[in-house]
């Protein structure tokens, strides 16, 4: 499915007390609650529709984790930095990401939470109970968030970008 979600949801079957939510619709969100369904997991993965940006971030800022599990599927997906590695660092929610180049730079940069190569949904399901449960982990991430936020953010970059323009013109 070339998005990790698909191991995510069946690493829910080894998980307790938390629930994976899913936003958004997309060519493969059918096959994903069919997994769901499937593996009998309704009650512990909720899918939404897309959503305006303003009301997903209500959702992502009570999350307590934020994935982004792509699978290497070709130098795209690779050296990706998808946005929503910087909406969960803005909402200051640990990440866990794939352990591409670019992702494990931020994450391991900013010391914001971890990455990882699971592709078993047992070892999957370990990493997140490591996230979730580790309160001195959880704490130190936070605190990196912080400083995170303030450096990886659109205002920042605003200006990087309007000297290439200025540059230009």
Known sequence: L?????IAIQAMEFVDNAKLVIIGKGD???ELKQLADKAELHNKIVFFERMPYEELM?????????????ENTGLNYYYALPN???DYIQARIPVLVSDFP????IVNDYGIGLTTNASDPEQLASVFKEMLENKD???LWKQNLEKAAKELCWEKEEKK?????SDLI
Request: proline letters at 0%; glycine letters at 6%.
């Open 2 to 6: 070339a998005r990790g979600l698909d």
């Open 28 to 30: 493969i969100t059918a």
């Open 58 to 70: 209500e959702y992502t800022v009570q999350s307590d984790l934020g994935i982004s599990l792509e």
């Open 84 to 86: 929503k590695l910087f």
């Open 102 to 105: 670019e992702m494990a730079r």
């Open 137 to 139: 982990k959880r704490r």
């Open 161 to 165: 970008l309007l000297e290439i323009y």
